[in-house]
């Protein structure tokens, strides 16, 4: 998310500043829908496609050649957001022809990398200047971000139907902050874990969830996984179709086809209110794209 606004920010001032660099990005990660998305080979075509050519509807052979003519002398500027997720195998590939980049352009290129802290790149990159973020340094994005999900959450009547005193919404935000291990995910897992309606009815119970949260992704995403596999039949086959689904298809399916080949050779009619609610949050719809998928790369993770 952090680079996504970086893009968007430069992708604004790109159109407003007729003298800032060229940019390319591309966003790495590693779905069994989109192989591609870890292909360092895919990676570099992008980003010359983007940097050869303004619009995507012109073929980019012309272009190449007058982008090359006319904006030889003009910067550059290459963002590879998640270069983890790259194919761990190939991902050496990638940096030795960013680099070949930076070394034979005419003009100053410049190449912006997001990542984990994977050893080999580590090892890699360690002669570049490097910027480490780490749980403390977004102490007041997390606190501005547990504030507005439990003001939701009581706005929505889903915590105790909207009966929360003011001592209680900051004993729940102070404890959640405490809690959050920087993490936004974890955050919005426990806000879930205090909205469950079958175990939290009183004020009481709240207090007794805030003491029992789980202290990090993996216990969070266990109790989930036993929240499925103690409801009633057959949702924890239907649940685990699901998850299978999500991670083994060659490629995404449209909402109707997927909820077809969910409930394939039952008797079962899903909606998508009934398959969201079976994955208790851990699968979400994409509107935009018509498809399902985890809520989180940490879900996929976890289930992996």
């Known amino acids: 998310m952090l680079v996504a606004k970086v893009i968007e920010y430069l992708i604004a001032r ?4 007729d003298m800032s660099p060229s940019l390319g990005f591309f966003y790495c990660a590693q779905d069994t829908n989109e192989p591609e998305r870890s292909d360092p ?4 075509r992008s980003i010359l496609e983007q940097l050869s050519s303004v619009n995507e509807e012109i073929s980019v052979r012309k272009p190449v050649v007058s982008a090359y003519l006319m904006k030889k002398h003009n910067p550059a500027l290459i963002i590879i957001d998640g270069l983890d997720e790259c194919d761990p195998s190939r991902r050496q590939a990638l940096l030795d022809g960013l680099e070949t980049i930076m070394r034979k352009s005419d003009n ?4 912006f ?10 090892h890699r990159l360690t002669k570049t200047p490097n910027l480490y973020i780490h749980a403390n340094n977004n102490e007041e994005d997390i606190r501005r971000f547990v504030v507005f999900r439990v003001d939701e959450a009581i706005r929505k009547q889903r915590l105790l139907c909207g009966n929360v005193s003011k001592q209680l919404r900051q004993k729940i935000i102070d404890i959640l902050i405490q809690k959050a291990e920087g993490m936004f ?3 919005s897992l426990h806000i879930e874990h205090l909205c469950d309606p079958s175990r939290v009815k009183t004020r009481e119970n709240v207090l007794n969830a805030l003491g029992t949260l789980p202290r990090n992704l993996t216990n969070s995403y266990d109790g989930v996984m036993s929240q499925i596999a103690k409801s009633e039949e057959p949702n924890p086959m239907l649940a685990s179709r699901v998850f299978r689904w999500l991670l083994c ?4 399916l449209r909402a109707e086809a997927f909820t077809l080949a969910v409930s394939f050779d039952t008797s079962v009619v899903l909606t998508k209110a009934d398959l969201l609610s079976i994955c208790c949050n851990l699968v979400i ?3 935009f794209s018509d498809i399902y998928r985890f809520a989180h790369l940490s879900v996929k993770e976890y289930l992996e």
């Open 113 to 122: 990398l997001s990542s984990r802290d994977d050893h080999d790149l580590a």
């Open 249 to 252: 298809a060659r490629t995404s």
């Open 108 to 111: 100053v290129v410049k190449v």
């Open 41 to 44: 080979e895919e990676a570099l």
């Open 185 to 187: 995910r974890l955050v």
């Open 285 to 287: 719809y994409d509107e």
């Open 14 to 17: 790109n159109q407003v500043e």
